[in-house]
Structure formats: structure tokens, C-alpha cells
């Protein structure tokens, strides 16, 4: 009783006197854990002191930005963030993802389809104040075509006259290469040959206009710049890692009376899970990465009013190893084709908006007429198997399906695939197949080397025309990872990017795509994608779904909380 | 002197430890380029090469990389590429630190009273009650007591926020989470301890002499009974603050633990040998500040 009464007394000595009657080891001990705790403790209370203002849109994006570098991202959830910040000559509106003028205000197309003469906006500014010229543009993508910025994507610009020559080193002179500003205010641009999707193509993030001010001076970490020179949208307010990137309204932007919201958080959300969770709990406004839908929550999910589906253009798909037997022959390819039952993997796995590949190019793409390959005929596939010397899958040698595995999202699909088709080839056919799992980065390594038997694969096109798909397959590919060549599916993709008239473009391209679904078979379509968003209607405009996934952030706003007032 | 010079010994095994780290990254099958697309030309998969120096050869690559680690610059991620190592160890850090410190806090919090009250209770019920809890907290996975208290907590009774680090609020689910994991361990060296203790010699002898069993227990025996708990503090805390990829997964936590495990999966090279150097080190300084406590608790040890 006298303890606690010293110890809680008026004088300040008491506390001292009960410290005197702890353990003499204690008194020497407790400084040193005590400030273990207290240092972070009072760091605790510092930091998450200060406030920021609330968003008025968080978004759930999938995963950390490699890069918001527009130049150098690969992924779609980057892109969605760099095409709010650096604007392209065209972007992209959001209803069906069309083309319309962005920098550019308008433009004039020679007759032979392979000139293209940009004007410039007058009132196009950075975010810092100074006007948008030519010269910029110019400079823009003669970087995104050095190899230095090792952009992935700098290929998207070997559409232009010279422009692969000047990346590999073989041209010096910047004036053989096929862009040029005839004034401050006009872009020229040569092609190689006509482009049906060029506009398009201007809108994509490789072709953005970026601040040449700050990359010259800050290198790799232009993006930390203070501040930051913006071409789109939005300038960037914060980008803390794996926290939240936080796009701020840019009032110098050409179109600002339009960008609907003040303030836009970017979650980077790794878990389906948890993207469910802070959706639920109102944290989060709109979820929208396909891998951020917990797929064993699809039965449910897909029928509620907030759970918007649409057509993607992705296609998943099996490659095979054509290098090396049994897959070197036509008819053994076919005849696994035809024992794969498609919608079965839908209805049994995937269990959303997915569709049954019946071709590779998706359904809804544009300058496209659908080739078709038979589906699912078992009789056919035991027929084709017995002629290729193998019936009844006797003699068969052991081949396997590779795959990568992971934890959760996406991914984890994969493997419940595997199975699937193990089991109709097993069941068709009379083949037993090995299912080989490997790391990410491993898979990607042993497709490229061919060090496979049957491997997944899926590819998501880059814009919206069958020749994201097609061109994947020609011989000099480095996505084709099958070893197919094909000296006429060469020439038909190529007489197919020369020809003008879409309609006969169309035609040549599905002659191709019939050689490669149902003639040859080095790829068998199994489902194209089906995208998911998930937001309140009532509450969140300006967001709708098309092919391409495109959601512009400028036009979306949160009712009674947008710019507007609306 | 003695810890003077085993900090010293850091440098030698840093320099092991990084080596090794090093040239085992790159010795792992696939690269940090290897993805679903190829890109256009094999020229533009030559310059990234190029960019990041992993077209030499290895002991090239390491004795450059060495000359930027004496200037304290890990080098530039190579997935996230408008972030050196060291930006995103300056972000990631804090945080992990914080969290797992606060983690730490509550796993000796809750197991050290466990422990000794199930020690000094042993045979009855409460003993039964706090073993029971030590051995559930011990065997439930992080990965399904953090769903559990989110549903809880979270959202069935919408008291504390499901996810995010914005506030203190936002704290209390991940630290609980870490925590009580590591609170049934500590519960369980604490007992263990405890017990041993209390059957050695010199405590009969003090109860003999017929000192109070509040200061018998508190003051002689319960010094000596926590040294297995020391010991294990400190990779314990090396641990958690280096982070927790499970818990900064489930709770949006912008922490060190994510890129630890996405680093290695990503074959991202610099982060890993730069989070490896980094994970040594707090290791190899904790385990020394353990030795340091025990000269405090221990009269017996002593070192030269």
C-alpha cells in the first residue's frame, strides 16, 4: 500500500523512490527496451500527424508501378496511370476507346495512307506553364527510340520510315528517320507503309510527350522532380511506394474545364482480397484489375449491379513446341485441339463473362472478320491421333504442360487449367501428360528457349486491331516462342499491313489466322478474357467498359463531389 | 573492446554475405527481363542488358557494384525503374520498422506475463488456460489470424479500418496480427524458463532464508528465467523489422517485407543484394545487443 501510494504521489521524488525499489538489473535494462518502444512510438504520433486532404476517387489499380515513365511501362495498370499524366498527339475517349485529338488538334492524311502532318493546339501547355511545341514531340520520341531509355515498347514506333534503322545504330542522320516539325505548331510523320490503326497508335504511352526540361537534368529519377512538367490531365502529387500515387487536376491542361475530379488516388493493391475488402468498407470507389476479383467469389460477384463485365481483348491461350516430336507434326497438334473442350473450362473454372475461343483474335476487334477452326469433336481427334501414328495415344512419348504457379490472383488459375486439359487429353486421347509448375520468371525464360512440350499462354493486345494478335506469330517474332515459321503466313501479314481497303486488309487476315487455328495449330485458342470492373453506378460517372479497358480518370467523378459540382 | 571488434567482424561478413548473395541471384534460372512480351527487336533486350551492366561478367559486375556500396548507393531497381534501392529502402523501412517494433512491444507484452503467470500456476487452471492460448497463437498462421481479426474487427463490427497506414488506428490489426504469433512463442520460452528456475538450488536456498515469494520469483528468479527470451529477441526482432510479406499483403502495408519475397520473385537483382546486406545487418547488430543484455542479466557471463 505504501508503494503504490509513493508512487502515484504528488511529489516528484516518489516516482524516483519507486523506481529505486525495482530490481537493480531492471533499472539497468528498461532504458535500453524502453527506447525501443518509444523512439518508434513517437514516431508513430509525428508522422501520421499530418493530414492530407481526402481524395475524391480512390481507385484499386493491381500492384506497385514499375515505372510511371511512359516511355518505359509495360503493364496495363501503369499505362492507366501514365495516360493520366502525359498525353499523346490523339488519346483515347472513353466510351469505345476511339481515337480523338489531344496535343494534336487536328491532322491531314496523304492520299497513299502514309503521311501524316499533326497541328499542334495553340493552348497546349505543361503543367509547369511552358507551351507544347513541335520540338517537343520531336524530342519525345527520337527518346523513346534511344536505346538508352531501353523502353520495351520502343518497337511501337518502327511503324515510322527509318525508325527501326536509327534504334539499331545503322542510321546517324535524325533527318533519314521519318519524323519531323515543319514549325513550332506542325508534326510530320512518315510511315513505311499505310497504318490502319496509327491515330491509335499516338495515343499509346510509348508515343507520349514527356518534359525533355527535367529528363535531361534528372535522368532515370525524372519522375521525383519537383516540379514535375505534365502533358495530360493530372500532375502527379504524391507517389509513394506501395502506398498510393495521388494524381492532382493539372488547371493548365488544354481540356482542364472538363477533368471532372480534383484529387484521384491510385491504391497499388496486390490481393484480391483486400481490393474487395476496402471496396466494401467504402475505402475504395472502383476496383478495376481483372486480377483483383477473387475468382472463388465469382458466383456471387458476377451478379451483383456494381460487378460490370465486358469483352477484353485478351485471348488465353496453349502454345506448342514444334521443334521437336510429337508436336513437329500438324495433325498431333490438331488433334489435341480438338480434344480440348473450351466451354468447359469456363463453365467449370473461370465462371465469368469469359467466351469460347473458337479463333485468337478476340471477338469485337476492329478491322476483323473471324476465321473459324472446328471445336470440340473427340471422334475427329482420335481419328487425326491414329493417323499420326499414334492411336488409342499408344506410343505416345511423355510430354509435358508447363505452367507458372502463384499464391493468389490471377494466377492461380493457371494450374486448375493444367489439370483440366490433362484430363481431356487423358480422357479424348489416351495421353498422359505431366504438368510441369515453374516460377514466373523461369516460365518466361524456358518459353522463349523453347525448353517446353505444351505451355500456357495468354497475350493481351496492345490496340485495338487484329494485327496485335496476328503479327505475334510471323517468323521474325520474338513473341512467337513456338518455333512455327510460315513463309506464307509471313507474306499474308505483310500484304496484309500494305493493303488500304480494310475490307480486303480483313479478309487477308483471316486467310492467316486460318493457318494458324486450323490448318497448322502451333497455337490453340482456349477463352477470350472478359474484363472486370467493379464500382456503384449511382455514385461514380464517367466510367465506361469497352474492348480496350480504357477508363480515361479525367472524365470520372464521384456524384455531388466532381469539379463541376455535378 | 569485445563488441568493438565483433562490429568489426561485420565488414568481412558483409562482404561474404553480399558476395554470395550476388552471383546465387544471378546463378537462379530466368532473368529480370524475362517476360510475357519480348520486345520488339532483340537489340532493345541487348541495351537493358547493357543498361544494367549484366552483360559482363560476374566478378566485373560485383567489384563495380562494390565501388557504388562504398559510396552508399545500392544501385537502380531493376523492376522498379525510377527507384534506386536505396529510395525504396529509405520508404519502406520506416514503416516495417515501426510496425514490427510495435509488434515486437506486443509479443513481449502479452507472452512474457503469460508465460510467468502459467509458470507460477503451474497444474491449475490458468496455467492450462495461458498454455492453451500460447500453443494456438503458435500454431494459427498469420495468413488466417489476419483474415479472421479483419473480418472481426473490420468489418462484421466496422471498428477499425480493414486496410491501409494512414493513421494509428490503421496500426492495430497488422500488430495484433504480428504479434500474437510471436506472443505464444515468447509465452512458451517464458514458462520453459520460468520452470527451470524455479527448481534451481539457489531458489530453494532464498525461500529457506524466507524471502517473500513476490520477491523471489520477481526479483531473483524471473531475471534469470527471461534469458531464453533475450536470445531469442533478437533475430526474432531482425524478423520483424525487415517486415512481414504476408501481413503488408493483407493490409496494403507500403513495408520492406513485400519486396523482399517479389524482389527474389522478380530476379530483381540489386533490391535483393541490397535487402540481403541490409537483413545481415540488423541480424548481426541485434544478436550483438542480446550479448550485451545478458552481461546485464547474467552476473555469470562476462566478456573479455
Redesign the interface.
Known sequence: MQIAHRATGKNPLARFFFWRRL?R??R??AP?VSS??I???S???TS?GHREPPANITICNAN??????PH?V?GVSEMRITKALFDGLTRLEPRNAAPVPAIAERWDISPDGRTYTFHLRPNAVWSTGEPITSADVVWSWFRALN??T???????L?YIKGA?DW??GKIKEPSQVGIRALDDRTVQVELNSPLAFFLELCSFPTLAVVPRQVIEKHG?????AKPLPTSGAFTLGAW????KVRLLRNPRYWDAANTASEIIDV?????P??AL??Y??G?ADIVWDKDLVPSELMDVLGKRPDFHSFTYLGTYFYRFNVTKPPFNDARVRRAFALATDKNRIISKLTKGAERPATHFVPEGVANYSAATAPGFDPDAARRLLAEAGFPGGKGFPRVNYTFFGAAGGGAKLHGKVGIELQQMWRDVLGIAVELRQI????????Q?KLDYDVSMS??IGDYNDANTFLDLFTST???NRTGWKSDRYDALIKEANLQTDLQKRAEIFRLAETILIADEAPVVPVYFYAGFNYYNDAKIKGIWQNILDEHPMQYIYKKGRGVKGN | MYFLRRLLSLIPLLLVISFLAFVLVRLA????F????????????R??QA?YRLDQPIWKQYIAYLGDLARGDFG?SL??????VT??IA??L?VS??LG??A??FALGVGIPVGYYTAVKRGRWEDYAGSLFSILMVCIPGFVIA?LL?MGF??HW?LL????????WH?ILPVAALGLFFSGRIARLMREGMLNTMQAEFVTAARAKGLSEHTLL??HAF?LAVLPVVSYSGPL?ADLLTGSFVI????????IG?FIVNGS???DYTMVVGLVILYATLLVVLNL?VDF?YT??DPRVKYE
Open positions: 530490481p538489473w531492471s539497468r535494462v535500453i525501443l518502444f523512439l518508434p512510438s514516431f508513430v504520433l501520421c506497385e508501378p514499375e515505372s510511371l515513365d518505359i509495360t536505346p538508352a531501353a523502353g520495351d515498347y520502343a518497337g511501337q518502327f527501326e534504334y539499331n532515370d529519377r525524372w519522375l521525383h509513394r511506394v506501395n502506398d491504391l497499388p493493391t496486390g490481393s482480397n483486400t475488402n476496402l466494401e468498407t475505402v516460377e514466373r520468371k523461369v516460365f518466361y525464360s524456358s522463349s495468354s497475350w517474332s520474338g513473341n | 534460372p530466368g532473368g529480370p524475362d517476360r510475357e512480351r519480348k520486345p520488339a527487336s532483340p537489340e532493345i533486350e541495351q537493358l543498361k537502380p523492376k522498379y525503374r525510377n527507384h534506386t529510395d525504396i520508404q519502406a520506416p520498422l515501426l517494433a510495435m515486437f512491444g483474415p479483419v473490420a468489418i466496422r479500418p480493414v486496410a491501409l497506414w494512414a493513421s494509428p496500426a520477481l526479483k531475471r526482432l503488408e499483403t493483407i493490409f496494403q502495408i507500403p513495408g513485400i520473385l522478380n530476379r545487443l543484455l546485464l542479466l
